[in-house]
């Protein structure tokens, strides 16, 4: 599918400073895809956080240890971010940074997302929920299995 079809609309959101850091606590952005520009020149500080992908269902679940993600903003250089990538900035510490944030989002994606329940394809709660489901299914299906007299043949 060519990408123009794909991100419909794409819009810029805004060039954040260190004023407007407030904004940028922790978050997901209403976007599919999100394109962050580093446009200041000399900074400290302001590093992004990432804390794993979430659906609706469960933009509040806890972060499991290899989610942990951290950022730090190089100028002149962008990064590219699920806009369901759970994630903030950190405060600036010297200097003014400046961020250009273009936000795509997906009207087919959106569609699509109505008619599905589950998301374990990205979203790493729904990934960890069915992964215990499974254990817990071979776990029943081994205790059925002993209590069923087959034990004896493996
Ligand atoms: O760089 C920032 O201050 C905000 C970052 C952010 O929220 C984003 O990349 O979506
Ligand atoms: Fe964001």
Known sequence: MHPSAFFLPTFLEAVRTNTEESLASFHVDD???TLNVCLGKQFSG????FRGIRCENHVNSETQHEEMYDYSHVPGRAVLHRGRHRH?????????????LLWCRSSVFREMKRYQKDFSSWCGECQREKRERQIQCVKATKLAFLRGGGGGMI
Not at 46 to 49: A, D, I, K
Not at 88 to 100: I, K
């Open 31 to 33: 976007s599919e895809v």
């Open 46 to 49: 302001g590093e992004l956080y």
């Open 88 to 100: 903030g900035a950190r405060p600036t510490t010297s200097g003014l940074r400046m961020n250009l």
